[in-house]
């Protein structure tokens, strides 16, 4: 399938709009969604669904935007979906961005503006496949947004181009932009009698060609260590320093495993993300991390035995250690229900490429929608070093996702 010198343009101006959109999520913020900037683009993403002519769109009160496009065969098909999510990682800062296009990408370090950050090419190996076409970078003083507004501008022009040619056949498509999903509360405000669909495609990953089929378990951990404050000048025996029972703690965590920068493939890990408090009252969050899901549960307990050990030296603190849920492996569900993944492997064999099956070290709202019943893998969509300065995105393969995508529904 060849696209016009349009579709590139029209896919490269659409990614540039939706990124330059501060669309932050806010993991402490108990509103939904977690930020008021995340409906500045889905109030975007609504008014361009309905400007294309598409007359089911829906914008939920929580931002997420639904779509309908309506099949043009006469034949039973299956309903498909695919979703995207408009928020970005809080994790470093979200805006402003200031999105860089180098055409003809000639191999060479890639120096970010003024920010002293450079995306280097023998640390990059996706670099290398990047050689030749066009890719999109950062001043290295914000995330790009790529993870994951390749996905959303890849279903915006993929509607686009199904409305522009009608004769294109395709059964009923659902379209799901989400928010929240990069702190975990993605599907949480999906609507599956809305979304309502037989299988559906997440786009939101790095590379090309890539099918993901299994992704972490995921929970949640809040250790509270419960300290005495009183004025440090009468201390003597009664001050109990919650913050010193936090600094044991972390001591007690494997320096050489068991945490994200020393595992790979389809080693688990427990990662600590934030630390807050005082005297008082100081709490640490990590995430728990694993393929197998009862490995979850022995995580938990070992933290727990953790935290009793870290408060020893110190009579009088307490500690308590709570699980959150978060999501499951994806892979368990897409075992009973692999019609979602045939098919994909399918389409993309018909245009003579192979599909690569991969695991994440990671979730995407896939894991959660195929936990309640809707298969979803992933598919990748052109983004690459997410939630970093150094993020960048190749338009090329973004149109080879819009491409498959494409494929799938013509399947």
Same mark, same amino acid.
């Given at each position: ?14 990614f540039l709009q939706y990124v330059q959109i501060d669309t932050g999520s806010c993991d402490d913020s108990p509103s939904a ?29 929580? *931002? ?27 994790? =470093? ?19 970010? #503006? /003024?920010?002293? @950050? ?21 001043? *290295?003083?914000?995330? +790009? ?25 395709? *059964? ?15 599907? /949480?405000?999906?609507? !599956? ?16 060609? #890539? ?41 007690? %965590? ?15 890990? =427990?990662?600590? =993300? ?28 070992? %933290? @727990? ?28 569900? %897409? ?38 019943? !809707? ?23 973004? +149109?080879?996702? !819009?491409?498959?995508? +494409? ?5």
């Amino acid at each position: 399938m060849s696209f016009s010198v349009e579709t590139r343009s029209g896919l490269l101006e659409r990614f540039l709009q939706y990124v330059q959109i501060d669309t932050g999520s806010c993991d402490d913020s108990p509103s939904a969604p977690s930020t008021e900037r995340q409906l500045d683009l889905s109030r975007l993403l609504y008014n361009q669904l309905k400007e294309l002519g598409i007359k089911d769109v829906f914008l939920s009160e929580f *931002g997420v935007v639904y779509a309908t496009i309506e099949s043009n065969v006469d034949k039973p098909c299956p309903t498909i979906g695919f979703c995207a999510h408009v928020d970005t990682a809080p994790d =470093v800062p979200t805006g402003p961005v200031r999105p860089r296009v180098i055409e003809n990408y000639d191999g060479s370090d890639i120096v970010l #503006g /003024d920010s002293g @950050k450079t995306i280097a090419f023998s640390e990059n190996s996706e670099l290398a496949h990047a050689v030749g076409k066009t890719i999109i970078v950062t001043d *290295g003083t914000t995330l +790009l947004g790529g993870d994951d507004k390749t996905g959303v501008a890849v279903m915006m022009e993929m509607a686009k181009f199904l409305l522009d040619n009608p004769d294109f056949p395709h *059964g009923t498509i659902r379209l799901c932009f989400s928010v929240d999903e990069e702190i975990g509360r993605g599907a /949480d405000h999906i609507e !599956l009698d809305r979304f309502k669909c037989d299988f559906a495609y997440t786009l939101d990953s790095e590379g090309t060609n #890539g099918i993901d089929v299994e992704t972490f378990s995921a929970d949640m951990a809040i250790v509270t260590f419960h300290g005495v404050n009183i004025h440090p000048s009468i201390g003597k025996g009664k001050l109990v320093n919650a913050i010193k029972g936090v600094s044991a703690f972390i001591d007690l %965590l494997p320096k050489d495993g068991v945490s994200p920068e020393t595992t790979e493939n389809r080693e688990p890990f =427990v990662h600590p =993300v934030d630390i807050s408090g005082n005297c008082e009252k100081t709490v640490v969050r990590l995430i728990l991390r694993a393929f197998d899901t009862p490995q979850l549960a022995v995580f938990a307990d070992w %933290l @727990k035995e953790l935290a009793a050990k870290a408060i020893e030296p110190f009579p009088g603190m307490k500690a308590d250690v709570e699980t959150v849920f978060q999501y499951r492996n994806m892979g368990d569900g %897409l075992r009973e229900r692999p019609e979602a993944v045939d098919r994909a492997c399918n389409a993309l064999a018909k245009l003579g490429r192979t599909a690569i099956r991969q695991i994440v070290r990671g979730g995407t709202d896939g894991s959660r929608l195929t936990e309640m019943g !809707l298969p979803t893998p992933n598919l990748t969509a052109g983004s690459h070093n997410p939630h970093a300065v150094v993020e960048w995105a190749n338009l090329d393969e973004m +149109l080879e996702t !819009l491409e498959w995508s +494409l494929e799938i529904v013509r399947e």
